[in-house]
């Protein structure tokens, strides 16, 4: 079955830290870049960060540059956002993408509140 399964969310207090996975399964995972976006309630979905297809290459939203780490495990097939510092703001549903697949996970919830 081909599809991205998110997890690693959760509640944390604000300074705090939380690495999310994305597992992929069902196609050539490390032929492609991968993605994370998040949706915050009410909002607009972001993007977040991205990855080229060996982890060579990355990119980030200003909003979270310094603080979010994007890497993945070609040969364990799984994407990961190391999320540092972690804003009120950043709470959100965060959710991985493959634009060459046109595939989406289902989203994992991060709440960042004391």
């Known amino acids: 079955q081909v599809q991205l399964v998110e997890s690693g969310g959760g509640l944390v207090q604000p300074g705090g830290s939380l690495r999310l996975s994305c597992a992929g399964s069902?196609?050539?995972?490390?032929?492609?870049?991968l993605t994370w976006y998040r949706q915050a309630p009410g909002k607009e979905r972001e993007w977040v960060a991205r990855?080229?297809?060996?982890?060579?290459?990355?990119d980030y939203a200003d909003s979270v540059k310094g603080r979010f780490t994007i890497s993945r495990s070609n040969p364990k097939k799984v994407l990961y956002l190391q999320m540092d510092s972690l804003k009120p703001e950043d709470t959100a549903v965060y959710s991985c993408?493959?634009?060459?697949?046109?595939?989406w996970g289902r989203g994992t919830q991060v709440t960042v509140s004391s």
């Open positions: 990855i080229s297809t060996d982890g060579s290459s990355t």
């Open positions: 069902g196609f050539s995972f490390s032929d492609y870049g």
């Open positions: 993408y493959c634009p060459g697949r046109l595939l």
